[in-house]
C-alpha cells in the first residue's frame, strides 16, 4: 500500500523543514507554495540574530534538498483550493497559477535582459526594480522564470522579445502566453499550515510621513540595501550621501502593541532592529544610531548579547516613542520628535535615515485559506489553537495542523523547531490506522494515573549505572 501524503502549506523555512522531516519519516510531503519560489521571508534576509550568520547560507542548502528530494513533491505558484475528508483521508485540489515560462526553462536569463518591463521587486520589498519575465532572486527554487502578463499589459504589452529571443537566439520555444491554470486534485493524510508573515504597511501612520519621505523606510527595506545581493550591493541611500557622521534613528512598534493596529507584541521587532544597527555600524563606523523604544523585549537564548554588543559599539536606546518624524534643512534631513520618559521633556533631533520597526503579521492569504480549511482564526488573525497547552499546534480541524509564523509571532529558530514537531503530528495523523489514545482526566482533575502525593519514602532505587566496554 501506498505511504500516506502529508500537505504543507507554505514553502518559507517553516514548511521546507517541515517537509524534509516529513520526507525523512518516510511519507511524501507535497509543498504548495504561492510564490514563484520557496524561500519566503528568511531568503530576503542578509544576516539572522542573534549570531549574525549568513541567511542565505542557512536556507539555501535546505531549499537545494527540497527541489532534490524524491519524496518531496514542489507545487511553486499554486494555491489550495479545497480540503475534503477526514484525516488519513483528506482530497485536496490545488490550482497551479500559469507561469507562462514551461519547467524545462534552462534560466539563462536572456529573457529577462531584452524585456523592456520594469516594475518594483516584490522580493526587494520595493527598494528594486524587476523585468516583467523575472526570477524571484539568485537563490531561486524552482530555477524557472516566471512572466508577469499584468506588468506586460499594464506597460502597453505586445513586444514579445522575451519570446523572440527564447527562439530564436537560445533556441528553445519555453515561453507559452497562452498557458492556463492547472487544477490538481491530491489524496493526502494530514495538512500543516506553515504560511508565514508579512510586513505590516505603516502609511497609515502619517506622523512618521512614511511614503512621503524618501528617507523614512521600513526595517524590511533597510534589510534588503544592507544585503550585498541586494539591489544596491550592501549600501544605504540615505546614509551615503549624508555628511559626516550621519545619523540614524529606529523607531520601534510601528504598528504594533498599538490598539490602532495590532495590539500583539511581534516578539521579533527588537532583535531585528538591534541586528540592524549592528550592522549599520559595520557598514558607517562612525554612524550615530539611536533606537527609540517602549520595552526592550529579546526573546530567546543569548538573544540579550546582541544588544551588548550593540551597546559596546556605541548605539543608544532612548526610552520614549516619537510623536512625529518631519523634514528640515530642506528636506534633506529628518527632525525626530519624543518625550524622553526617563530624562523627562520633550526632545527633537535630527536624522539622515528613520528607520520604521514595522508590526509583523500573518501572511495576506491566511483569512481564505482557513475559509478553505475550514479551520477558525483568533482574534488577532492567527490560526486559532484550541487547546495550545495540552495539544499545540493543532487547529480546530482534526488532521490540519500550524506551525510558524501562521500560529503566532516567532523567530526563525521556534519556526523551524515548530516545523519539526508539526511534522511528527501531521506524520502521526496521517497513518489513520493509528489511534491515539486520549487522556481520561479525574473529576477533581488530576490524571487518574497520578497520586495525589507522590510516595517519596517508597520510591524505587535507582538503576545501576552500567558500564560500556
Request: charged share 25%; net charge neutral; glycine share 8%.
Amino acid at each position: 500500500m501506498e505511504a500516506p501524503s502529508v500537505l504543507v502549506v507554505g514553502g518559507g523555512i517553516a514548511g521546507i523543514q517541515c517537509a524534509l522531516d516529513v520526507a525523512e519519516a518516510g511519507l511524501t510531503a507535497i509543498v504548495v507554495e504561492r510564490a514563484p519560489s520557496v524561500g519566503g521571508a528568511m531568503a530576503m534576509l542578509d544576516k539572522t540574530f542573534p549570531t549574525l550568520d549568513c541567511s542565505v547560507c542557512i536556507e539555501a542548502p535546505k531549499m537545494l534538498d527540497l527541489a532534490a528530494l524524491g519524496a518531496i513533491r514542489l507545487l511553486a505558484y499554486s494555491e489550495l483550493a479545497a480540503l475534503e475528508g477526514k484525516p488519513g483521508e483528506f482530497r485536496a485540489e490545488v490550482i497551479q497559477k500559469p507561469r507562462h515560462v514551461l519547467a524545462d526553462c534552462t534560466a539563462c536569463g536572456k529573457c529577462a535582459e531584452v524585456c523592456p518591463v520594469e516594475v518594483a521587486s516584490e522580493f526587494d520589498q520595493g527598494t528594486g526594480k524587476r523585468k516583467a519575465i523575472y526570477m524571484s532572486h539568485p537563490y531561486a527554487v524552482p530555477r524557472t522564470y516566471t512572466l508577469d502578463l499584468e506588468a506586460c499589459r499594464r506597460s502597453g504589452g505586445g513586444c514579445r522579445e522575451c519570446w523572440v529571443v527564447c527562439r530564436e537566439e537560445v533556441g528553445h520555444n519555453l515561453i507559452d502566453f497562452w498557458q492556463k491554470p492547472v487544477r490538481l486534485e491530491i489524496a493526502v493524510g494530514s495538512v500543516v499550515v506553515a504560511t508565514g508573515l508579512e510586513p505590516w504597511d505603516p502609511t497609515p501612520l502619517a506622523e512618521y510621513g512614511y511614503g512621503r519621505h524618501p528617507n523614512v523606510i521600513t526595517a524590511p527595506q533597510l534589510e534588503r540595501y544592507l544585503s550585498s545581493a541586494g539591489p544596491t550591493r550592501g549600501s544605504v541611500p540615505g546614509l551615503s550621501a549624508a555628511g559626516d557622521p550621519p545619523r540614524v534613528a529606529f523607531i520601534q512598534c510601528v504598528g504594533s502593541r498599538d490598539v490602532r493596529w495590532q495590539d500583539y507584541c511581534s516578539k521579533v521587532c527588537c532583535t531585528y532592529a538591534t541586528k540592524q544597527a549592528v550592522l549599520i555600524k559595520d557598514h558607517y563606523r562612525d554612524c550615530d544610531v539611536v533606537v527609540f523604544f517602549i520595552d526592550r523585549r529579546y526573546y530567546g537564548k543569548d538573544y540579550d548579547t546582541l544588544y551588548r554588543r550593540a551597546r559596546d559599539l556605541g548605539v543608544q536606546y532612548r526610552r520614549g516613542r516619537p510623536a512625529e518624524v518631519r523634514p528640515v534643512d530642506k528636506g534633506k534631513r529628518l527632525a525626530v520628535r519624543y518625550e524622553d520618559t526617563v530624562r523627562g521633556g520633550v526632545i527633537e533631533e535630527t536624522f539622515d535615515l528613520v528607520v520604521l520597526s514595522t508590526a509583523t503579521q500573518p501572511a495576506s492569504g491566511l483569512v481564505g485559506l482557513a475559509r478553505v480549511l475550514g479551520v477558525e482564526l483568533d482574534a488577532a488573525g492567527f490560526l486559532r489553537e484550541p487547546d495550545p497547552l495540552r495539544r499545540p499546534l493543532e487547529t480546530t480541524r482534526e488532521g490540519v495542523f500550524v506551525c510558524g509564523f501562521a500560529k503566532g509571532p516567532a523567530d526563525i529558530a521556534e519556526s523551524v523547531t515548530q516545523a519539526t514537531a508539526a511534522a511528527g503530528r501531521a506524520v502521526a495523523a496521517a497513518r489513520p490506522s493509528r489511534r491515539r489514545i486520549e487522556p481520561v482526566p479525574r473529576q477533581d482533575g488530576l490524571h487518574p494515573a497520578l497520586p495525589e502525593r507522590l510516595p517519596l519514602a517508597d520510591a524505587p532505587a535507582q538503576h545501576p549505572t552500567e558500564r560500556v566496554t
